[in-house]
């Protein structure tokens, strides 16, 4: 059936979830990867992991762990969803998608609960294969489990919740059972949660083991049976952590999860990539570009430019704007983020007081997003866009810029060679005073001056 | 076809909104669009800076999502009742079970940095368990703290609404009284003006009475056109005419009264209707020799002998007294308001033909040309009805739902809006369509209700009334054809009071 984009105004508002990232197929879905000049992006991922798009020539690490950065809202899952399709090919990687939100309380996530829910999707996905393991490949996860965590003293309460509920004996049936128990604790917050995670790290080292030894057998068995080459984990969620818990998990416990002799991609907030304190180890040289409207000298960047008309006009009919113009201007002053695209467009269904989004609607929507970033804005940081405006070549980082980005009051674009503030703070007096007091060489255009 | 649910709603949502300081008027239409349209689960973060605002609000909320059957509760947030975020949660799920909007009431002191971080960490495991919209009050320094310091949270946000008073006493702007006798504007525009009116009006000192004359009489219109007849009247009687009075202006203390009239015309009190327009607004204009305003008032008194039945009368002043001196005068408007009573008049008659041929011929291309939205959707109403008498039934309701209902929406006309209903019911019952019907004749009857509009009350009534019997809801049937017979008593309509009499007794 031929998808038809809501022409009500009320459908639009009722639809529009901008938390959750396009599945496969969606027709919603746009695709992006000339807007972005992100062409590159899945070649160059796939070349990490050793595969050859072009050719099909493969010659996977024995391990990598791969950051993947991108502005938070820039549709970095919806990317990735794409990505795995293209890396599961027959005889490429048997990937094994992780959303961690669905499954953990990204707010409050450590490396432990991540490796376990690793675990839980790839016996998941494998009891969906019917892959045939040998008899003892998961003997010695079983047994981790069993002298490791629930014969300890700190575990007694998850031991006996496990005793009550556990019903299958042994096997892929009874490790998922386990590893949903261990799940839902850390998602539902439960006393003993902090305890577990601690027996978990107090016998890592016997866990990686035996956990590398189960990868090694499953990929064995994918290459026998000509499935695939390697198992790819594409753990998405990630970057949605909490500032400390972001740290925890990528930079103090780093070598932790590269004990993991596995592939993996996670999805990474893009400050990570600035403070410079990630280990060396971990691969993290890829980010997802925003979409470009403009080239860094100014110019407008076509193709982006029509990629966001087509997000919006795949989430609104055209007929629902009176004034077509009005579709620009929504893009405009978007900077190419999406989900700022998407909430501009929610903003002008708030305010159309008719069955049309009019200009007055938009021009509206437009002085409220600004007045929400507004919000956490400091004198100083008008001052510090002015000058990147003034000079968008990416000159380094300090904290002030660090927190611009990760507030999206700063966007970076072509794999971060160039920034720009965000189009709707260039519209704030704040920031047209600061843009005045710079010593007058070439600014940026301000859009729409507010008074 | 036509929500009627949508409409209720939106109706309230705009004349709530009249209510409130003007500056508040787009943020408060946009927060019930989100409370009524938006996701089950929303964080929605209120700004605020006077409480006695916020508790006025909390009030205007509640009563605008009656509307929608939505129930709302209230949490004061404070370290007795919620030592932490747990307990704060665990209210929430207990609210959510028979709630469906929330306001957290005290957030400025109790979000301390511990409970902000951990509400951030439980936000999400929140959003997935409760079906809730949260409305976070917070006043400006705590609603920056959260943008600052919980970057995440504030990027999860559903919406930002101001609700912020400015206590430095700045006069407001004096409003230019909007005279045109076209009146298009949306039922949004109408509602938010009926705020600045309400706004400047209401000013201490009081507005000089020249500026404030004028600006009454637009907010009498607006409320009157919006359905909100005793508002209306009140405000003609309790301010417009002292107003005159005091400045000793017999010409508008006249044309206020003829406006008084209209109100008690509509809601069938004839008798006294038709003395105003007799004894106090006829000899004024007459002694004034303005020949314009006395055409404009026997319209009217045509109006209620035509209500009479008294039709040939009607006739003659319509076409002897009144189009002579719109044509005299070169008022193409009033002329085409007059011709469309004529050809009501015609259509009574029998006169289909003739009744078609001004209506669509000489009427839709003047109300066309002058760019008079709401006077065309009348006169396509009165080409739906003779289409209707003559069996074409499928393009009738095609007018009535596709041209004529959505401008009456739009414009927030309640009593043109319930009659162009109650046409459809009529078309629906001939094509054997009952239960859509009786859905449109209960939303014409409710909205009549409202308005104490008394010829729609006799005549929506007695059908809707009937119609109700007959599909065995008997009690309530006879309290609509009660209701429809004190009506219809009162208009003076005997022969439909006998009618509708008759049908009481025989499903009593």
């Avoid at chain 1, 094994?96 to 939100?101: A, F, G, K, S, Y």
């Avoid at chain 1, 049309?356 to 970033?373: G, H, K, M, P």
């Avoid at chain 2, 109790?110 to 971080?117: G, I, P, S, V």
Wanted: with cysteine.
């Amino acid at each position: 059936m031929t998808y038809t984009p809501p022409n009500n105004i009320l459908t639009i508002l009722n639809s529009i979830e901008f938390q959750e990232p396009l599945a496969l197929g969606d027709p919603r879905y746009v695709n992006t990867q000339e807007a972005r000049g992100s062409q590159k992006t899945l070649k160059r991922l796939a070349l990490k992991f050793g595969l050859m798009l072009t050719d099909g020539q493969f010659f996977p690490p024995s391990q990598k762990h791969s950051l993947f950065f991108g502005h938070r809202g820039s549709g970095k899952s919806t990317e990735l969803h794409h990505y795995a399709r293209e890396l599961g090919k027959p005889g490429r990687f048997f990937v094994v998608e992780v959303d961690i939100p669905k499954q953990l309380d990204c707010n409050n996530l450590q490396f432990a609960d991540v490796l376990m829910v690793l675990a839980r999707s790839l016996l998941a996905e494998l009891k969906e294969l019917t892959l045939n393991l040998p008899q003892d490949a998961l003997v010695e996860l079983e047994n981790w489990f069993a002298e490791r965590v629930l014969n300890t003293e700190e575990a007694k309460e998850f031991t006996l919740e496990v005793k009550t509920t556990v019903a299958a004996k042994g096997g892929i049936p009874y490790l998922l059972e386990l590893l949903a128990k261990f799940t839902s604790a850390f998602k539902s917050n439960v006393t003993y949660k902090d305890n577990l995670r601690r027996v978990i790290r107090n016998s890592f080292t016997q866990f990686a083991v035996v956990f590398n030894k189960l990868l090694e057998t499953v990929e064995q068995r994918l290459q026998e049976e000509g499935l695939a080459q390697r198992v790819l984990f594409i753990v998405d969620g990630t970057d949605k952590m909490s500032k400390a818990d972001t740290g925890r998990f990528f930079v103090e416990d780093a070598e932790l999860l590269l004990a993991i002799d596995t592939l993996v991609i996670y999805t990474a907030p893009l400050t990570l990539k600035y403070e410079g304190n990630l280990t060396q180890s971990l691969d993290a040289d890829l980010m997802l570009p925003m979409i470009k409207l403009y080239d860094a000298e100014g110019k407008p960047h076509e193709s982006g430019g029509q990629a966001m008309r087509d997000i919006l006009l795949k989430r609104a009919d055209e007929s629902i704007f009176t004034n077509k113009d009005d579709i620009s201007r929504l893009v405009e002053h978007s900077g190419g983020h999406p989900r700022d695209l998407l909430r501009l467009l929610k903003l002008c269904c708030e305010f159309a007081e008719d069955k049309q989004i009019d200009t007055e609607s938009v021009d509206q929507a437009i002085r409220q997003l600004a007045s929400e970033y507004r919000c956490f804005l400091e004198p100083d940081d008008y001052k510090l866009l002015a000058e990147i405006d003034r000079n968008p070549v990416n000159i380094g980082n300090d904290e002030r810029t660090r927190k611009l980005l990760y507030n999206l009051a700063l966007l970076e674009y072509n794999d971060g060679s160039w920034r720009r503030s965000h189009p709707v703070i260039r519209t704030l007096q704040g920031y047209l005073l600061a843009q005045k007091s710079l010593t007058p060489t070439k600014t940026t255009e301000p859009l729409d001056p507010q008074p | 076809m036509i929500s009627t649910d949508l409409s209720r709603f939106e109706f309230a949502r705009h004349l709530t909104g009249a209510e409130l300081l003007p500056e508040h008027s787009a943020d408060f239409q946009r927060l019930i669009k989100d409370l009524r349209y938006g996701g089950e689960f929303q964080l929605l973060i209120v700004e605020f800076n006077d409480w006695n605002v916020r508790e006025d609000l909390i009030r205007y909320i509640v009563k605008v999502l009656e509307q929608t059957g939505m129930t709302e509760g209230r949490i004061e947030l404070n370290s007795e009742a919620f030592p932490d975020v747990a307990t704060l949660e665990a209210e929430l799920i207990r609210l959510a079970v028979s709630h469906g909007v929330v306001h957290l009431i005290g957030g400025e002191s109790w979000f301390n940095d511990t409970r902000l971080d951990n509400f951030n960490l439980r936000r999400e495991a929140i959003a997935q368990s409760l079906a809730l919209r949260l409305l976070l009050w917070l006043d400006e320094t705590t609603v920056r703290r959260f943008a600052q310091l919980a970057p995440d949270w504030w990027a999860w946000r559903g919406g930002v609404f101001c609700f912020c008073v400015s206590h430095h006493g700045i006069p407001a702007e004096s409003p230019t009284p909007q005279l045109d006798p076209i009146d298009n504007r949306s039922l949004a525009k109408r509602s938010r003006r009926i705020g600045e009116l309400h706004a400047f009006l209401n000013t201490e000192p009081p507005p000089p009475d020249e500026l404030a004359g004028p600006l009454w009489d637009e907010l009498a219109g607006l409320y009157f056109r919006l359905g909100e007849w005793d508002k209306a009247l009140h405000i003609r009687t309790e301010e417009q005419l002292p107003v005159y009075e005091r400045l000793g202006d017999v010409r508008s203390k006249a044309v206020t009264k003829g406006k008084i009239a209209d109100i008690l015309q509509a809601r069938g009190q004839i008798d006294e209707a038709l003395r105003i327009r007799t004894e106090e607004e006829l000899p004024v204009y007459e002694r004034l020799g303005d020949v314009r305003s006395k055409a404009v008032t026997q319209v009217k008194i045509a109006d209620i002998l035509q209500a009479r039945g008294k039709l040939d009368e009607a006739l003659r002043i319509l076409t002897g007294d009144v189009l002579p001196v719109f044509e005299r005068l070169g008022d193409v408007r009033s002329k085409a308001a007059t011709q469309i009573k004529i050809a009501d008049i015609l259509q009574a008659r029998g006169k289909l033909d003739e009744a078609l041929r001004i209506l669509t011929d000489e009427l839709l291309t003047v109300f066309e040309r002058l760019g008079d939205v709401r006077s065309k959707a009348v006169t396509q109403g009165r080409i739906a009805d003779i289409l209707q008498a003559r069996g074409k039934l499928d393009e009738a309701l095609r007018i009535r739902t596709e041209e004529q209902l959505p401008v009456y929406e739009r414009l927030g006309d309640v009593r043109e809006k319930a009659v162009a209903l109650f046409k459809i019911a009529q078309i629906e019952t001939q094509q054997n369509q009952p239960e859509l019907a009786v859905e449109h004749l209960a939303t014409a009857f409710q909205l009549i209700e409202a308005t104490h509009y008394s010829d729609g009350l006799a005549a929506v009534g007695e059908v809707y009334g009937k119609m109700l019997c007959e599909k065995g809801e008997q009690e309530q049937g006879l309290k609509v054809l009660g209701t429809a017979h004190k009506a219809a008593l009162q208009l003076g309509q005997s022969e439909r009071a006998k009618r509708i009499a008759e049908l009481m007794q025989s499903f009593a």
